[in-house]
């Protein structure tokens, strides 16, 4: 089954809590990205990754981080540093020819207890 | 820093009218891509834009871009209830690597 898969689906982050988002996909795609989406809002790019073991950060990336060890695996992680992480975070990925579509997983709802 | 402004932000419209959703940006960018989410859902892709004068159609929705007025509009034909959703535009930089997205137009078709 081809695709892009986020999970948890859900998840819920503690006071001074660091929590990690996972994104995997199997498109073979070379880029991989993470938005956020507050309600009511449009996409703000936290931080992207063109090719594996390099990544640059968007326009909101305080308080959060990223790896891309491997081509198929984009992990964000929210730190206690990010005040608001309350939001719903969407990985995109990319194809480095052709017409650039970015192609979003499901999402990760995150709330704060 | 690239701009990229929808109007209008909500709109709400009755079955069978016609409507358009306007997308303005700021710099220079040959690629322009609307997207529909559904409440709580992803985005899904709808169209891709690439060059100047393009128009795509798909049903009763179809998107042109105009280069030179940095503005693309998403033109809606005989609108039904199945349309309602939020439609974003969203520019893509010179690089090809990053995309900047509107606020998003969240329309609501009443019967």
């Known amino acids: 089954d081809g695709g892009i898969t986020q999970s948890p689906k859900y998840l819920f982050r503690k006071e001074g809590q660091n929590v990690t988002l996972s994104c995997e996909q199997n498109?073979?795609?070379?880029?991989m990205y993470w938005y956020r989406q507050d309600p009511g809002q449009g996409l703000r790019l936290i931080y992207y990754s063109q090719i594996v073991n390099d990544f640059q950060k968007g326009d909101i990336a305080e308080g959060y981080s990223v790896s891309r060890e491997k081509k198929e695996s984009f992990p964000l992680t929210v730190t206690s540093a990010q005040k608001n992480p309350t939001a719903f975070y969407l990985c995109?990925?990319?194809?480095?020819?052709?017409?650039?579509?970015?192609?979003f997983g499901a999402g990760t709802r995150l709330s704060v207890l | 820093e690239l701009k990229v402004e929808q109007n209008p932000l909500f709109l709400s419209m009755q079955e069978g009218k016609n409507y358009t959703i306007y997308c303005n940006y700021s710099t220079t960018s040959d690629r322009l891509y609307w997207y529909r989410q559904d409440p709580g859902k992803s985005l899904e892709s709808l169209f891709v834009l690439l060059s100047n004068g393009a128009v795509k159609q798909e049903g009763r929705l179809m998107a042109s871009l105009d280069t030179k007025a940095r503005l693309s509009t998403l033109h809606i034909t005989a609108a039904v209830h199945d349309l309602s959703a939020t439609y974003f535009c969203a520019v893509g930089e010179t690089s090809g690597s990053r995309l900047t997205f509107g606020e998003g137009t969240q329309l609501t078709v009443n019967p």
């Open positions: 498109l073979n795609h070379d880029a």
């Open positions: 995109a990925t990319k194809t480095s020819s052709g017409r650039n579509i970015q192609y």
